[in-house]
């Protein structure tokens, strides 16, 4: 009977020092790597009707790295040389709007534990230039920003532009209904 409950004892001991090693472990890991963010969608994504249904175009300006990377995850238009190109994009600076980050505190103040989300909310606008007319494009480009240090598990496999590129297709595709 005593042996019994020695073996029980010994097994609660053990199950407690693991479940403390994980615990410091996590906190480690935390306060070593800090919090880290990524970005998702607000709401359900509408997907495009049709691959590329923008057509052919050439980009005036790919300087504007990440604007171009976003166009380009989007899919809305194919992108090739000045000379098989009918259309003309150029991309303008995107307009983020100011955060508010109260959110912010808490997480900011256990480095992270204690997860926020921020939304964030930005304009992607480009003009289009098709035999000789030029009409300006503006998309809002919703979505929200986790922090934890959980995102770092996530973060390898997802990035902004994807996420952004993403967003501009579905704003394009509700747009043009």
Not at 53 to 58: C, E, L, Q, S, T
Not at 86 to 93: A, F, R, T
Request: proline share 7%; with cysteine; net charge positive.
């Amino acid at each position: 009977m005593v042996a019994g409950r020695r073996v029980t004892l010994a097994i609660l001991q053990a199950a407690l020092i693991a479940v403390l090693a994980l615990v410091i472990a996590a906190l480690g890991l935390a306060l070593a790597v800090g919090p880290a963010s990524n970005v998702y969608p607000v709401g359900p994504l509408q997907p495009l009707s049709s691959r590329h249904p923008g057509g052919k175009v050439f980009v005036r300006n790919p300087e504007l790295s990440e604007e171009f990377e976003i166009l380009q995850a989007s899919g809305i238009f194919e992108i090739v040389s000045a000379d098989q190109a009918g259309k003309v994009v150029e991309l303008h600076p995107r307009e983020t709007a100011p955060v508010c980050g109260t959110s912010l505190l808490l997480t900011w103040a256990t480095n992270g534990l204690v997860p926020a989300t921020v939304p964030i909310r930005s304009t992607f606008s480009l003009t289009l230039e098709e035999d000789g007319l030029a009409c300006e494009r503006r998309f809002v480009l919703e979505a929200e920003r986790r922090t934890s240090p959980v995102q770092h598990l996530f973060r390898p496999f997802r990035r902004e532009t994807r996420t952004l590129g993403a967003i501009l297709a579905s704003e394009y595709e509700r747009g043009r209904k």
